[in-house]
């Protein structure tokens, strides 16, 4: 006798994303996994008396979305606190700020304005900070979190050293703009206790949820976010696969501990080790062969004096010879290693690096963000087996005009977030969001309308990326990625279909449902 389903999901254009993706109507699952993906009437034999049927009206079933590179506690506090995203100048990030920072708290904070989108193409100050309050620390971070605006204030609490090469000052006075390490302290002040954490947590995924994301590599460095997981999952509440990315600096805890990638249990588990090896574009601080296109723009963009940068080509923040000894140390340790690489000098030290490993392959480092890459670092991408993890998101800074326009002018923009040369050449590509935003919809927009060949992916191959490609980045290919019999029951229910849309409308496609472990975690429909 056939055992009854514990819940079929029926009605629905399943999409299982594997090689070739085949489309059927209806999946059963019993105890958290696949046990048919068939026709309805196929699967309405594992209907019993206790099972509970989803119509799915119709709508599109995927795998759930793997979110390979993304700061949980910082997607909380996009929730939490106030969200600048949307502000269209710096006044206008002042004023948001102003009204939504909630005052029962230390800080004042907001997080993710853009001034490449602002006509006036500067960063926030101190001054304009100090318009929100002039007796209580107010910050502002940027939305790649590698610079961030304080007031005076925060100045003062932080005990800023004006002589800090990531201090910008004017007239050896700070400016307010924090860069890189500057930064770190900022975050160590606003954190919250435990409890303001788990708040966080919980905001972040539940809007993981929302967004039809099922599993998130988190990047943990001297967080709460390890213990409350695993508490969360103990309880059963946690309803997300979370991997564990530790920095470096938790090297000598996970040797004690004896913890290697791939330990845990099937919500929670250790991933890779991470690093930083250079900055950004927006702070002008990822490492680059060749000088910033505006590297002589000095203070222009309130940043400071025209020093900030060394000789124009941005800055380590973890020197090649320190990131080896990382590597090294990792390898050895049997853990996956990443390291974060933006500019192409930055990107060649990572390569260099994992050339040594014993085993790049059977380790799956990975380079993450990947952002100008040279057509050598693909062939050696590919030869290496390294994992390119990128976030399609970032595209919206690399149309004509654009953040890379402005950094690193027309040749090398065009050169930026080459996605669809490296899955042409064999690169593993895994995408993710690294909260800019969390919404895999709009990376798969972004991916599919990329405005050069060399970036552009189809509906499928971007699908897959934040799917598939998330999940063996992950070495889970085994238990996700795909809607296959055996696999986890991990879903995204999408009101509309992708391949159907237009284009231009992928981005509008909106989650009607969220699956997690054969449990619907969010029902929109």
Not at 15 to 22: C, G, I, M, S
Not at 110 to 118: C, I, N, V
Not at 163 to 185: F, I, Q, S, Y
Not at 229 to 241: H, S
């Amino acid at each position: 006798m056939t055992t009854p389903a514990d819940r079929v999901f029926t009605n629905a254009d399943v999409h299982t994303l594997a090689e070739p993706d085949e489309t059927y109507e209806a999946v059963a699952v019993r105890d958290g996994r696949v046990v048919r993906v068939d026709s309805a009437y196929e699967v309405d034999f594992l209907v019993g008396a206790e099972t509970d049927v989803v119509d799915c009206g119709g709508r599109t079933l995927l795998p759930g979305f793997v979110d390979a590179h993304t700061h949980m506690l910082q997607l909380g506090q996009y929730q939490v606190y106030a969200d600048l995203s949307s502000a269209e100048s710096a006044a206008d990030a002042v004023a948001i700020l102003d009204a939504d920072a909630p005052r029962d708290r230390e800080w004042l904070l907001g997080f993710g304005w853009d001034e490449s989108e602002w006509a006036e193409k500067r960063y926030l100050t101190r001054e304009d900070l100090d318009e929100v309050s002039d007796d209580e620390p107010v910050a502002a971070v940027r939305v790649d979190m590698h610079t961030a605006a304080v007031n005076s204030a925060a100045l003062d609490a932080l005990d800023v050293d004006p002589t800090d090469p990531n201090v910008r000052t004017a007239d050896g006075e700070p400016t307010g703009v924090l860069v890189e390490d500057a930064v770190e302290p900022l975050w160590d002040a606003a954190e919250g206790d435990r409890e303001e954490a788990r708040e966080l947590l919980a905001a972040a995924r539940d809007y993981a949820h929302e967004h039809g994301v099922t599993a998130v590599h988190d990047m943990v460095r001297e967080s709460p976010a390890p213990k409350l997981y695993r508490e969360l999952d103990l309880a059963d509440a946690l309803d997300l696969r979370v991997r564990l990315n530790y920095w470096t600096d938790h090297l000598d805890a996970l040797e004690d501990a004896g913890l290697a990638t791939n330990h845990g249990s099937e919500f929670v588990q250790v991933g890779a080790v991470k690093s930083f090896t250079d900055g950004s574009f927006g702070g002008r601080t990822a490492k680059l062969t060749e000088p910033y296109a505006d590297a002589d723009a000095g203070g222009a963009d309130g940043s400071g004096d025209a020093d900030a940068a060394d000789d124009g080509r941005g800055e380590w923040v973890v020197d090649p010879d320190e990131l080896q000894g990382f590597v090294d140390r990792a390898d050895d340790l049997g853990l996956q290693f990443t390291a974060h690489a933006i500019g192409d000098e930055a990107i060649d030290a990572v390569l260099d690096a994992y050339a040594t490993a014993e085993s790049p392959g059977d380790s799956r480092h990975r380079v993450e963000h990947v952002e100008l890459v040279t057509d050598e670092q693909i062939e050696r991408f590919a030869a290496l087996d390294v994992v390119a993890s990128c976030q399609p998101n970032f595209l919206q800074w690399a149309q004509p005009g654009g953040l890379y326009d402005q950094r690193l002018g027309e040749a090398r923009r065009k050169q930026s977030n080459r996605y669809r040369d490296l899955l042409d050449a064999g690169v593993d590509l895994a995408f993710s969001s690294d909260v800019m935003p969390m919404d895999p919809m709009l990376g798969v927009h972004h991916a599919v309308n990329a405005p050069v060949d060399g970036q552009r992916l189809s509906v499928t191959e971007a699908l897959r990326a934040y799917t598939r490609g998330g999940a063996y980045a992950g070495f889970d290919e085994d238990r996700m990625g795909t809607v296959e019999v055996g696999k986890l029951a991990d879903f995204v229910v999408l009101d509309d279909d992708p391949w159907s849309v237009d284009a231009s409308a992928l981005r509008d496609v909106d989650v009607a449902m969220t699956v997690v472990d054969g449990d619907v975690v969010h029902d929109a429909r």
